[in-house]
């Protein structure tokens, strides 16, 4: 796994440095192949025996995996890429809510679970804030359709929501293994990739950006998988 992991890290490395000297025809393969790794990592890290909840969960991935061949493509396909993204997410909140009931059945609560919940809605809100604050448009009705405003806002819920039981998931039960805190750690760089893109794409067009993007959105996928298979008991 050292070795698989390594070459996973690799390809996000090359890809970076694609991204950060505008090798555009490079991009074109790196991105989708760096995505498209990560979902072989998570294969072989479950030793090629997939049970149904591993099996969605690679789905989930899959949706990010078109989501990022879409966002390449034609502006018209930003749609598209973001749907792809939404479905990913939503397989994510799914599973990992999955995860807190059974969790929460077989260790019992944390004896601080109303104060982790209320910490976890404030950070929720407070992401939120930063979001319509800082990310969407002063005027988004006069710069964008309606629906696409409506879609926009819905992503950035659920990406929220996403984070949200991914903290539940490390908090709320009595007991959790140490690699399951890549899960609220990717759901958080996922938010803070996602918020970049949004600024560069709605807000101010900054070339800069665009690696920042690519560095946390990689980590944010590596890091979900990870946790998630902590959570299965997959990996330790």
Known sequence: MRLMTAVVFAIFFVDWLAVGFSWRKAEYILKPAAMAMVILWTCVAAGWTFEVLLILFILGQTAGLAG????????????????????????YIGLIGRQIIIAAREFGLNHNVVWWVVSIIIIW???????????????????????FWVLV???????????????????????????MLFLPAGALLFFVSDSLLAYDRFTRKTPAIRLWVMVTYHLAQFSLATGFLAALSIIP
């Not at 034609?74 to 397989?91: A, D, E, K, M, Y």
């Open 153 to 179: 806002q819905v992503y950035a819920w659920i990406l929220g929501i996403l984070v949200v039981v991914s903290f539940l998931l490390v908090t709320i039960p009595a007991n959790c293994s140490p690699a």
């Open 125 to 147: 809100a407070v992401m939120l804030r930063l979001f319509y604050r800082i990310v969407v448009p002063e005027a988004p009705r006069l710069k964008m359709l309606r629906y």
């Open 68 to 91: 990022d061949i879409f966002l390449m493509l034609n502006p018209r396909w930003f749609l598209v890429g973001l749907t792809s993204f939404l479905v990913g997410h939503l397989f």
